[in-house]
């Protein structure tokens, strides 16, 4: 049996999978946690890393390993490889008033016309606008720049390690198309970067990650704790795409995810660029594109709400259930973290419709669900005004696990929805790259257990919270 590892670094927590080369069985796994916030050194990537590694069982084992992770966060690094302070996460919205200095200044149509997107708080070039006006010393110490998951696929090949290694070899930088896509200066349609562009973010130009095919071979890790030296490492991607290659998604499905963040993403073959900034036109992991439209509140909605009325999620579902669609007038507008789409980076969340009546702990519960199903909603009606083709909505994510996120999700979004059993698709996807550059074929992993759900259509919940979330 050949076997191949996947790494999923997201906002929260490293996962790593061992899985079969042929069939992606999961072999064994592993797991640690990331520290919270918005702002994370990233040392605490890599000691995750190692750690979910050991945990794993580590992969001295595996004959080829792929890094999926968090897209847009900016590793600033030194001339000396070395990194110059924490990076921001894609959830930091502090530079949301730089994202919109860079859309006066080139304007939303030039940017959607050179990268597939229009610049919000999220994105790369954001943050670098925001270090070179907040930070201006650690701005003009950038030597290069690097997303979560370039950095750590860096360190895996021994560079970056002050007194390791190769050290800091700045040129052995490499990246992929998917997460090039999410920095707001790499173009999805020329396969090029910006330069123009970068340096309007930063202030001055400096080394960017080569821009690796999907089959393409980073290079070979060095040695490290339950890793030997020597093992083909591949380009890696930003979580989505890798969760789209975990899925096998194909033209025809669009991937609604409710995890950290809500995402709505399909694969297409041609690259969709949105002036309005609602879409961001990414490229997918596979050669193809993945526009997407995400929302910075999602599962933690769920988790919130569920704290606040003392319940866990099992009795959070129960009492949502409990309650009519609709939660009789009930509407919560869940911009706890602020909000990615609407570009509202200093939004809060607020409920209304509350009345004496109305006032009851399941219809807290709904609202809550319905809320948060209604902000991702408006991203698959995006995709579907851009044009791209609906065949089946398929749903993801720890968010979308309880059986009342299931039933409210086909309400409000009108269609039947295809939930996926759980499993860790971008450390999955991650692992079907690592065995495409193995072996020159992209693997057709069967997807197995996916149950259909299908609930009546209820639309007005839908134009009732439209009708509140854009007073």
């Known amino acids: 049996m050949t076997l191949v590892a996947g790494v999923d670094s997201s906002t929260q927590s490293c996962k790593v999978v061992v899985v079969d080369a042929e069939t992606g069985h999961v072999v064994r796994s592993g797991r640690a946690a990331h520290p919270a916030g918005t702002e994370v050194a990233p040392a605490a990537w890599w000691d995750a890393l190692l750690a979910a590694i050991a945990d794993a069982g580590g992969i001295s084992d595996v004959a080829a390993v792929s890094i999926g992770g968090q897209q847009h966060g900016m590793v600033a690094l030194d001339a000396g490889g ?136 980073a290079g070979v890790t060095a040695e490290h704790p339950g890793v030997v030296a020597g093992i083909p490492v591949a380009a890696g991607a930003g979580d989505n795409a890798a969760a789209a290659l975990g899925l096998g998604a194909r033209g025809g499905d669009v991937v609604l995810s409710i995890g950290t963040s809500g995402t709505v993403f399909a694969v297409t073959d041609v690259p969709v660029a ?8 990414f490229a997918d992991a596979g050669g193809a594109f993945l526009p997407l439209v995400a929302t910075l509140n999602a599962a933690q909605v769920v988790d919130t709400v569920a704290a606040l009325l003392g319940v866990d999620h099992a009795e959070f579902g129960k009492l949502a259930l409990s309650a009519a669609p609709g939660a009789d007038g009930v509407i919560l507008v869940p911009y706890f973290a602020g909000e990615r789409t609407p570009d509202l980076p200093d939004a809060t969340a607020s409920f209304a419709g509350l009345t004496y009546d109305t006032t009851t702990r399941a219809n807290l519960a709904r609202a809550a669900i319905e809320g948060m199903v209604c902000g991702i909603a408006a991203g698959l009606d995006a995709i579907v005004v851009a044009g791209v083709a609906v065949d089946r909505v398929l749903l993801i994510g720890g968010g979308a696990r309880l059986e009342a996120t299931q039933q409210i999700a086909s309400e409000v979004l009108g269609t039947p929805v295809t939930v996926v059993p759980p499993a860790e698709y971008v450390a999955l996807g991650a692992a079907a790259q690592a065995a495409w550059a193995l072996t020159g074929a992209r693997p057709t992993w069967e997807l197995d257990g996916a149950n259909v759900v299908s609930s009546p259509p209820h639309p007005s919940t839908r134009s009732a919270y439209q009708v509140v979330a854009t007073r």
């Open 274 to 281: 949105d002036p309005t900034g609602t879409i961001a036109g």
């Open 82 to 217: 070395e990194v110059i302070r924490d990076a921001l996460l894609w959830n930091d919205t502090r530079s949301g008033d730089a994202a919109e200095a860079l859309r006066d200044e080139v304007g939303r149509e030039a940017y959607a016309a050179r990268t597939g997107l229009v610049p919000v708080a999220s994105f790369t070039a954001s943050k670098l606008r925001w270090l070179r006006d907040a930070e201006p010393e650690n701005a003009a110490r950038v030597a290069a720049v690097a997303l979560p998951h370039d950095w750590l696929t860096w360190r895996l090949r021994g560079y970056g390690a002050a007194g390791h290694g190769p050290g800091g070899d700045l040129a052995e930088l490499t990246t992929d198309r998917s997460d090039a896509s999410g920095t707001a200066y790499w173009s999805p349609t020329t396969g090029d970067y910006d330069r123009d562009l970068f340096v309007a973010a930063l202030g001055h130009d400096a080394i960017l990650p080569r821009v690796l095919g999907p089959a393409e071979l």
